[in-house]
C-alpha cells in the first residue's frame, strides 16, 4: 500500500507531459529574488509561457532553462503570494544569456480582508473564502464540510452536512441564501438517506458564519447563523467537475448590462461508498438538484431577483447481510445479521423566491421578499433481521484467535415503518437599512406560516431464541392455554395536521466612535417574536461591543450579550410517542461572547488569532434524544441547562500564499432533567479540526489539501431508559482526509485557435483518499437481547479508507 501514492505521482506526471519536437536550443541562466527580502529565493517556478518546459530555482535561488532558439518566446516567474513576472526575448542558437529577476509581492487574501472587512472584527461572524471548496476533501463537497473546521462546530458524520454548535442540536442552526431562510429535510435518520446539502458550492460568492452572540437581524434559533450569497454575475463563465461520486456543472452570465443569470445543477450517487459499510446490500441512492438565480436591474434604483430550486432525492436498499466485531482487546463479540426486505425513502423540495429591492436614495435600500417553500417526504420500510452473537478468542496466541469461541444468543427483529409529511413554509418580508454618517440602521418585519401534515405508522417487534420478547408464560400442556397479547416495541402512531402563524420584527443600529487612543464600535438591537400556536410575545434584546486599541499591534477585543428565543417548530411540537403537544413555549438562551482577535506575522506572512470564551444559560429546554441523525423530542419544556466553553482559531500562511488554519474547543453542556444534572446529547469536552494546504515544491502544477477532525465522544445509552441513565460514551470520532490535485491547463497553457480545450481557463485532476488512516469511527448502535434481558450494544461504523478521483474545469 505505501508504494500506492508514487504510482500515482507518476501517472498523473505523465498526464501533464507534452511531446516537444527536436529543435535548436538556447539557455538561459540566472538568480531570482524577492522583492522585500533581497535574498534568492528557492522553489521559483520559471516556465515557457505555452508548453510545458520548466524548472525551479535551487537553495541558492540559481535556475538554468533550456528554451527554443531563434523564435520569440516568453518566460514566466512565478512563486506564491507573488506577482508573476513575465520576460519577452529571442535567443540563437546555443547561445547562453545570465538574468536576475525579482518578484513583488502580492496582497494575500488575509491582508485584503483586513482592509475591506474590517466591520467584520467588530460582531461574531467568520468569513470564509469560497475558493477553498473546490479543493477541500470531503465526500459531500459541501460548504459545511468547511464549517466543520470552525471551532465551537461539531459534526461525527462525513456522510451528513449537518452539525451542532456549541451545545445545540442540528435544529438550533439558522442557514441563509440572500437572506431566505433554508430548511432541511425532516424525516431523515441517516447520513446515507440524506443526500445533498441545499447550498451549492459553484454558485457561493460569501461565506459568514456566527457560532454565537449573534446581532438581532438574524432570526428565531439559539445557536449559529450561516449566511451564504450567491453571485451576482458580471459576465460569461461557468465550470463542471465529474468523480466516481456525481457531477455538477454551473453556468452564469450576463445580458444587455441589466439581465443576469446563475444556474447550477447536481447529481449525487454514494452507492460506491455505501457499499464499504457494515451492512452489505444493493443500495440505490439518487441525490439530484437544480438551482438559478435571475437578477434584472430595472433601473438604477429599482432591482427585481427571483431564486428558485428543486430538490429530488431517493434512496433504495436491500439489505442482505451485517458482520461487525465489536468490544475490547480483553471481550471481543461478533455479530452477524441475515435480513429480508426493504427501505424506500424520497425527499422532494421546491424553493421560490421573489425579492424586489429599492434604493431612492445612495445611503437607504429597502427590500421587499416573498417565498415558498415545499416538501414532500416519504419513509417506508419493512426489514426483518436474523441475527447470531458470538464470543471471540482474544488470546493471540491460541489457534483460535479472532474466531467465535461460544454462542452468546440468538434472536431476530422486524421493523416496519409508513412515515408521510407534506409541509409548506411561506413567508413575507421587508428589510431595510440606512447607512449615513456615523448611522448604520437596519430594520425588518417578517409573517411566516408553516402548515403541516404527518402521518407516522411505525413499530417494532422483538424476537429472541424463538420467543417473542417480552417472553409469553408456558403453556405447554395446558388444556386452556393464555392467550397473551403480541406486544410491539417502538409503537407510533398518529395523523397530525399543523397550522401556525408567526410574525416578527426587528430594528438594529451600529455606531462608531473613533477616539484618540481606540476605536469603539457599538451594535444593539432589539427583536420581537408573536406566536399564535402558544399565543407567546418574546422580546429578545442583542448588543455588541468592540474595542480597537490604537497599539502598534493590530488587536480588536469584543463582548457579545442577548437573548435569543426559539420558538417550537413541527420536530419540536412532535413527542416520543408522534403526538403534537400544544402549548409549548419557546426555548430561550442567554448569550455572553467575550472574544478577542489579533493579526500578527511569523515567517514574514500574515496569520490572525481568534480566541472566545461563552456561557450560555437555557430555559424551557425541550429535552431529546439523538439517534444516528434522528432527533427525538419529550415534547415537554420540563428541563434547564447551561454550555459554557472556550473557542480557538489561528489561520495564515503556513505555506506562502496558501491559507490553513487550526481550531480547538472545550465545552461542557449540562440540562437539569428528572431530577437530576445529566450531559446533554451534544456534550462533546473536545475538539479539533485542521484544514492544511500545500504545493509540492519543483512542481508548480500540484497542490495538496489535508482536513483532520478529532472529537471526544458523545453520551447515549440503552433505548428506552430514562435520559439519567444515558451516560456511556460514543468512541472519539477520528478522520483524516487528503486531497492531491495537478493542475492539467491553466494561464501557463496555450492552444491553437481550433484546439476545442482553449475555452478552458482551469482544469484539474484530484485524487482524494477519504479516512485516510482507516478507522473505524461509530455512528450509533443496534441494541440486540439475548433470552435472559441482557443487551449489547453493537456499534454501526461509518465509511472506511475509499479513493475518488474527480476532474474539475472552470471556462
Not at 512563486?79 to 496582497?107: M, N, Q, W
Amino acid at each position: 500500500m505505501k508504494k500506492i501514492p508514487y504510482i500515482l505521482l507518476f501517472i498523473f506526471h505523465l498526464l501533464s507531459l507534452k511531446v516537444i519536437a527536436q529543435q535548436p536550443l538556447a539557455s538561459i541562466t540566472g538568480v531570482v529574488d524577492l522583492s522585500g527580502t533581497g535574498r534568492p529565493q528557492q522553489y521559483v517556478n520559471i516556465a515557457v509561457k505555452g508548453t510545458s518546459s520548466g524548472t525551479t530555482t535551487g537553495e541558492n535561488g540559481r535556475y538554468e532553462l533550456k528554451i527554443p532558439a531563434n523564435k520569440e518566446v516568453t518566460i514566466l516567474y512565478s512563486f506564491i503570494g507573488y506577482e508573476t513576472d513575465s520576460l519577452t526575448l529571442r535567443l540563437k542558437p546555443d547561445e547562453k544569456r545570465e538574468i536576475r529577476r525579482t518578484l513583488k509581492a502580492v496582497s494575500t487574501q488575509l491582508e485584503s480582508i483586513e482592509v475591506k472587512d474590517q466591520q467584520m472584527r467588530t460582531n461574531s461572524f467568520s468569513r470564509l473564502d469560497p475558493k477553498v471548496m473546490t479543493f477541500i476533501p470531503t465526500i459531500n463537497a459541501s460548504v459545511e464540510d468547511l464549517i466543520k473546521t470552525l471551532p465551537g462546530v461539531v459534526s461525527r458524520n462525513e456522510l451528513s452536512s449537518q452539525y451542532s454548535v456549541r451545545g445545540g442540536n442540528y435544529d438550533e442552526n439558522l442557514v441563509f441564501v440572500n437572506d431566505i431562510e433554508i430548511y432541511r429535510p425532516f424525516l431523515v435518520r441517516s447520513g446515507q438517506q440524506e443526500g445533498q446539502s441545499f447550498l451549492n458550492p459553484d454558485l457561493v460568492a460569501g461565506i459568514s458564519f456566527s457560532a454565537g452572540g449573534f446581532d438581532a437581524k438574524y432570526g428565531d434559533k439559539m445557536s449559529s447563523v450561516l449566511d451564504i450569497r450567491y453571485k451576482k454575475p458580471t459576465s460569461f463563465a461557468g465550470s463542471f467537475d465529474i468523480s466516481l461520486l456525481g457531477a455538477s456543472a454551473h453556468v452564469e452570465g450576463i445580458f444587455a448590462k441589466r439581465f443576469s443569470f446563475l444556474i447550477g445543477a447536481r447529481y449525487k450517487t454514494n452507492s460506491y461508498l455505501l457499499k464499504s459499510l457494515d451492512v452489505k446490500g444493493n443500495y440505490k441512492p439518487r441525490f439530484f438538484d437544480i438551482q438559478g438565480m435571475l437578477n434584472y436591474e430595472i433601473n438604477k434604483k429599482w432591482e427585481l431577483s427571483f431564486l428558485g430550486a428543486y430538490v429530488d432525492n431517493a434512496y433504495k436498499l436491500i439489505p442482505e447481510t451485517q458482520e461487525t466485531s465489536f468490544g475490547s482487546r480483553y471481550e471481543a463479540y461478533k455479530i452477524k445479521i441475515f435480513f429480508d426486505g426493504q427501505e424506500r425513502d424520497s425527499y422532494q423540495n421546491w424553493l421560490s423566491s421573489l425579492t424586489l429591492t429599492w434604493k431612492p436614495t445612495q445611503d437607504l435600500r429597502l427590500k421587499f421578499t416573498a417565498s415558498a417553500w415545499q416538501t414532500y417526504e416519504a419513509e417506508t420500510y419493512d426489514i426483518s433481521g436474523e441475527y447470531w452473537l458470538g464470543k471471540l478468542e482474544t488470546f493471540q496466541n491460541s489457534g483460535d484467535a479472532g474466531q467465535v469461541t461460544e454462542i452468546m444468543g440468538v434472536g431476530a427483529y422486524l421493523q416496519h415503518a409508513r412515515n408521510y409529511l407534506d409541509g409548506t413554509v411561506f413567508s413575507m418580508e421587508h428589510r431595510g437599512s440606512l447607512d449615513k454618517n456615523k448611522i448604520n440602521l437596519v430594520w425588518g418585519v417578517k409573517y411566516h406560516h408553516e402548515f403541516f401534515k404527518y402521518i407516522v405508522n411505525e413499530w417494532e417487534l422483538q424476537d429472541s431464541a424463538g420467543y417473542s420478547l417480552p417472553r409469553p408464560h408456558d403453556s405447554l400442556g395446558s388444556q386452556y392455554p393464555p392467550h397473551e397479547n403480541l406486544y410491539l416495541y417502538n409503537v407510533i402512531r398518529s395523523n397530525n395536521t399543523i397550522n401556525t402563524n408567526r410574525y416578527s420584527t426587528f430594528i438594529q443600529n451600529t455606531w462608531t466612535f473613533k477616539n484618540p487612543g481606540n476605536d469603539i464600535s457599538l451594535t444593539a438591537g432589539l427583536r420581537g417574536i408573536f406566536y399564535d400556536y402558544n399565543n407567546q410575545i418574546s422580546l429578545n434584546p442583542r448588543v455588541t461591543v468592540s474595542i480597537k486599541p490604537h497599539w502598534k499591534r493590530d488587536m480588536v477585543f469584543r463582548l457579545s450579550s442577548g437573548y435569543y428565543s426559539q420558538p417550537p417548530t413541527f420536530r419540536e411540537m412532535t413527542d416520543l410517542q408522534g403526538n403534537i403537544v400544544p402549548d409549548l413555549k419557546a426555548q430561550t438562551a442567554i448569550h455572553v461572547v467575550a472574544g478577542s482577535d489579533i493579526y500578527f506575522k511569523a515567517w514574514g506572512r500574515p496569520f490572525k488569532f481568534v480566541t472566545e470564551v461563552y456561557y450560555k444559560y437555557i430555559q424551557n429546554l425541550i429535552p431529546y434524544e439523538i439517534d444516528n441523525m434522528k432527533i427525538r423530542y419529550y415534547g415537554t419544556n420540563d428541563a434547564h441547562g447551561y454550555a459554557t466553553g472556550i473557542d480557538f482559531r489561528v489561520n495564515g500562511e503556513f505555506v506562502k500564499g496558501a491559507e490553513s488554519w487550526a481550531s480547538l474547543s472545550f465545552m461542557k453542556t449540562e440540562e437539569y432533567f428528572q431530577g437530576s444534572w445529566i450531559p446533554r446529547p451534544t456534550d462533546q469536552r473536545l475538539s479539533l479540526a485542521i484544514f492544511f494546504q500545500d504545493y509540492i515544491p519543483k512542481f508548480p502544477t500540484w497542490k495538496m489539501n489535508l482536513t483532520l477532525i478529532y472529537g471526544t465522544g458523545l453520551p447515549f445509552g440503552p433505548p428506552n431508559s430514562p435520559r439519567k441513565d444515558q451516560t456511556l460514551r460514543i468512541p472519539p470520532y477520528r478522520r483524516v482526509d487528503i486531497g492531491l490535485s495537478k493542475q492539467i491547463i491553466g494561464d501557463r497553457t496555450k492552444f491553437s485557435s481550433k484546439n476545442p480545450f482553449r475555452v478552458f481557463k482551469s482544469m484539474w485532476i484530484t485524487l482524494e483518499i477519504f479516512n485516510l488512516l482507516q478507522i473505524s469511527n461509530t455512528i450509533s448502535y443496534i441494541w440486540v437481547t439475548d433470552i435472559n434481558g441482557k443487551e449489547y450494544a453493537v456499534p454501526n461504523y461509518l465509511t472506511p479508507r475509499m479513493f475518488n478521483l474527480k476532474l474539475i474545469a472552470q471556462f
